[in-house]
């Protein structure tokens, strides 16, 4: 971004930090607000049938069992429960917002699980965490850059991290139609942002079938992943995509650097079903 000429340089830097710094916290409280409305995690939505689909082709059951993991960023403790399922020796779970007390109602007192309410820039640096996972998460920080740098001084040598991103590459259709719709929507009281996802669920159910028969953007995720969720889950998701205050869609390039920026090595990315990305990093 060009900075405008009649603007000191670090009158204009201070003045994105604030807007950053204010984007993020109206964001945590989106989420707060969202994850105490639409509190359980039932059906497939909460399956570690999903969870696997979401880190697969880069983890799997045998290097999940066992491990000392962290969830970035927990919400209502979906991925916890899968953690939990899958073996996993010791689970960190990270919330910054209100949907805090829906966490920890959600998974209950475990010896299994720790609790941690804060942003994910003051995750402790323990230095002997396996794997750091956030997932649907970065795309919704201004600057997630503090983010992924405490997450490697969480974790021991050989430990990764991996992020799943909204990417642009694959969504330049969707983009088109729904960012200037936003502009609106980020503004909606719940009440009436509900009604707006109902209606869109409705409209939106003949182009799902319609992807069953077609190649159209976005067919493999609806028909292999939004089709299985209970209706209700369905105007979730829809609800997810309108209300948070930021989002950001990452660019290959933008995700890979992501965590190369922050010190990672052996970064791969893979472009999950041409609408996400996949990535993971090594600490080395």
């Given at each position: 971004m060009?900075?405008?000429?009649?603007?000191?340089?670090?009158?204009?830097?201070?003045?994105?930090m604030?807007?950053?710094?204010?984007?993020?916290k109206?964001?945590?409280?989106d989420?707060?607000?969202?994850?105490?409305?639409?509190?359980?995690n039932?059906?497939?939505?909460?399956?570690?049938q999903?969870?696997?689909?979401?880190?697969?082709?880069?983890?799997?059951?045998?290097?999940?069992?066992?491990?000392?993991?962290?969830?970035?960023g927990?919400?209502?403790?979906?991925?916890?429960?899968?953690?939990?399922?899958?073996?996993?020796?010791?689970?960190?779970?990270?919330?910054?917002?209100?949907?805090?007390?829906?966490?920890?109602?959600?998974?209950?007192?475990?010896?299994r699980?720790?609790?941690?309410?804060?942003p994910?820039?003051?995750?402790?640096?323990?230095?002997?965490?396996d794997l750091?996972?956030?997932?649907?998460?970065?795309?919704?920080?201004?600057?997630?850059?503090?983010?992924?740098?405490?997450?490697?001084?969480?974790?021991?040598?050989?430990?990764?991290?991996?992020?799943?991103?909204?990417?642009?590459?694959?969504?330049?259709?969707y983009?088109?139609?729904?960012?200037?719709?936003?502009?609106?929507?980020?503004?909606?009281?719940?009440r009436?942002?509900?009604?707006?996802?109902?209606?869109?669920?409705?409209?939106?159910?003949?182009?799902?079938?319609?992807?069953?028969?077609?190649?159209?953007?976005?067919?493999?995720?609806?028909?292999?992943?939004?089709?299985?969720?209970?209706?209700?889950?369905?105007?979730?998701?829809?609800?997810?995509?309108?209300?948070?205050?930021?989002?950001?869609?990452?660019?290959?390039?933008?995700?890979?650097?992501?965590?190369e920026?922050?010190g990672?090595?052996?970064?791969?990315?893979?472009?999950?079903?041409?609408?996400?990305?996949?990535?993971?990093?090594?600490?080395?």
């Amino acid at each position: 971004m060009q900075r405008p000429r009649y603007a000191k340089a670090s009158g204009y830097e201070s003045h994105i930090m604030k807007e950053a710094d204010r984007l993020g916290k109206q964001t945590i409280r989106d989420f707060g607000e969202q994850w105490n409305i639409y509190s359980d995690n039932q059906g497939f939505y909460g399956s570690t049938q999903f969870f696997l689909d979401t880190v697969s082709p880069f983890l799997n059951r045998e290097n999940i069992f066992g491990q000392k993991v962290v969830d970035l960023g927990a919400g209502t403790g979906r991925v916890v429960i899968a953690l939990l399922v899958l073996g996993a020796a010791h689970i960190i779970a990270l919330e910054p917002s209100d949907a805090f007390k829906v966490l920890t109602h959600n998974i209950g007192l475990r010896r299994r699980v720790t609790f941690l309410n804060l942003p994910g820039d003051r995750l402790p640096a323990y230095g002997d965490i396996d794997l750091v996972l956030s997932l649907r998460v970065l795309h919704h920080i201004p600057d997630p850059a503090p983010v992924v740098k405490a997450a490697l001084r969480s974790l021991r040598l050989g430990g990764q991290l991996c992020i799943w991103l909204y990417a642009h590459e694959g969504n330049e259709a969707y983009l088109m139609l729904a960012q200037p719709f936003r502009k609106i929507t980020v503004h909606l009281p719940h009440r009436l942002l509900e009604v707006v996802t109902v209606i869109l669920h409705n409209f939106f159910k003949p182009y799902v079938w319609t992807c069953k028969i077609l190649s159209l953007p976005w067919a493999r995720y609806l028909c292999e992943i939004y089709d299985k969720l209970t209706p209700d889950k369905q105007r979730l998701v829809i609800y997810d995509q309108l209300k948070p205050t930021f989002t950001k869609y990452y660019y290959k390039d933008e995700a890979r650097a992501l965590l190369e920026n922050a010190g990672f090595k052996n970064v791969r990315v893979y472009h999950q079903r041409n609408y996400c990305w996949l990535v993971i990093g090594t600490k080395a």
